[in-house]
T-cell receptor
Framework: AQSVAQPEDQVNVAEGNPLTVKCTYS??????LFWYVQYPNRGLQFLLK??????LVKGSYGFEAEFNKSQTSFHLKKPSALVSDSALYFC?????????????FGTGTRLQVFP | KAGVTQTPRYLIKTRGQQVTLSCSPI?????VSWYQQTPGQGLQFLFE???????NKGNFPGRFSGRQFSNSRSEMNVSTLELGDSALYLC?????????????FGEGSRLTVL
């Protein structure tokens, strides 16, 4: 069965410092991986996805993610954090078969950026 | 282009009642899916619809049901509400063409069951 894991409930980082939010996956076949962000009392916003191709994926708001097949990881990164990046981040994998919209989400990581 | 619209945004019900939540997808989007978000269980898939047909269903009891109309708008219904049904219910849509997997989410309907 497809699954993702986010090992950290919370990540704290100072503004201007680089940030990393971790995600590992377990899938059969090639993974379709996603990152979404949720601000308080809001829905989910798509950040980026990996389907195939370049292992470094660039997304919205300056975020990027690195797909690492050998480590089965898909970590979210940003070179310089902003206070406004503080939110809840979810990693997700598409379930099989791939004609479904069903996403399997991780438990979420709360990112707190301090001024 | 307007985003995914969910109504109502907030509602309070009592145990045993039923509730209907509505979702209007982005114009031109034909696929609609629903997710439940709770602090304890996280984000869980409820069901998805495409061209008025339920294409997939999550592991929820039969009290949870949904449908999609010819204009792609969708509703979900929960009957005989339980305290554990308190959650944020999120609707998502995407174009019905090539499935790249990117979903567009609404802001959700927050249901509180007393």
């Amino acid at each position: 069965a497809q699954s993702v894991a986010q090992p950290e409930d919370q990540v704290n980082v100072a503004e201007g410092n680089p940030l990393t939010v971790k995600c590992t996956y377990s899938v059969s076949g090639n993974p379709y991986l996603f990152w979404y962000v949720q601000y308080p009392n809001r829905g989910l916003q798509f950040l980026l996805k990996y389907i195939t191709g370049d292992n470094l994926v660039k997304g919205s708001y300056g975020f990027e993610a690195e797909f690492n097949k050998s480590q089965t990881s898909f970590h979210l990164k940003k070179p310089s954090a902003l206070v406004s990046d503080s939110a809840l981040y979810f990693c997700a994998v598409r379930d099989r078969p791939y004609n479904t919209d069903k996403l399997i989400f991780g438990t979420g990581t709360r990112l707190q950026v301090f001024p | 282009k307007a985003g995914v619209t969910q109504t109502p945004r907030y509602l309070i019900k009592t145990r045993g009642q039923q509730v209907t939540l509505s979702c209007s997808p982005i114009s031109g989007h034909r696929s609609v899916s629903w997710y439940q978000q709770t602090p304890g269980q996280g984000l869980q898939f409820l069901f998805e619809y495409f061209s008025e047909t339920q294409r997939n269903k999550g592991n929820f009891p039969g009290r949870f049901s949904g449908r999609q109309f010819s204009n792609s708008r969708s509703e979900m219904n929960v009957s005989t509400l339980e305290l554990g049904d308190s959650a944020l219910y999120l609707c998502a849509s995407r174009p019905g063409t090539y499935n790249t997997g990117e979903l567009f989410f609404g802001e959700g309907s927050r249901l509180t069951v007393l």
